[in-house]
Each structure stands twice: as C-alpha cells, then as structure tokens.
C-alpha cells in the first residue's frame, strides 16, 4: 500500500493506492463574521485515479480540529451529493464549506473507496489549514 504526502502551504496532496487526493482552502471573508465568532471557509477538491482499474467513492470522513482543540468529526455517504466512479486517469473535482469558531483550524480525513473488484480500501486525506486572513496577515 502506497502513501506519500507531498505540502503545499496551507492545502494538502495526498496519494493512497494510486488515488491522488488534493486540497486547496480558501477563507472567504464576506461570509465571515468575525465578531461573533464565525469564520467561513470553503474548499476545493480534486480527486484523480492514477491506477489502472476503476474505483468508486463510497463515502467521506473528516476530522475538523478548530484552534481551541475542539473537534467535530463529519461522515456520510458519497461527496456534495455523488458517489463519482473514476476510470484510469480520470478525475472528480467539487468544492464545499467548512464554518469553523476560530480564525484557524484544520481538516483530515479520508474517502472510503471500492474497486472494482468489490474490495474497499481508505484513501487518505493529509491535514490542511483553514486560515483566516487576520491570521496571515
């Protein structure tokens, strides 16, 4: 079994089983209210099959870590409502939202995902940084 993690700066790109998965977060400020605590983030996610076989995605896990320690863990069925199917080469690309209490946190976790053999494997997703700008700044 393959794992190899490659950083960038605040996003990640992992590779598990010949399943490439990467990351790239992004603060979006006008939806984000500082004063009260509420920071938005979005993500984009571009899942790639460098095998040679089909594989599907069953389901999703994420771990949510904000900057206090708290965690909240998210499962469910496929991804933004799909389960893509992705044939040698192809890849699946969507974006969704993560409000998060503090102007940073983190986000892991990982894609159940099953050949076409019937057999599942976990592709894992690394640790990427929700980053507010007030941060960066």
Known sequence: ???????HQIGSDTTTEMVRIQVFPEYI??????EVSRFSFTYRVI??????AKVK?????WLII??????????GPGVVGYTPELEAGESFEYSSHC???TNWGTMEGSYT??????????????RFYLVSDEVLA
């Open 1 to 7: 079994m393959q794992n190899t993690t490659t950083s």
């Open 57 to 61: 995605l069953l389901s999703r896990h």
């Open 113 to 126: 995902m099953m050949r076409e053999d019937g057999s599942k494997f976990e592709a894992n997703i690394e």
């Open 66 to 75: 904000n900057a206090e320690g708290d965690q909240e863990r998210v499962d």
């Open 47 to 52: 899942i790639t099959n460098l095998g040679m």
């Open 29 to 34: 400020p006008e939806q984000s209210s500082p």
């Open 99 to 101: 409000p998060i209490n």
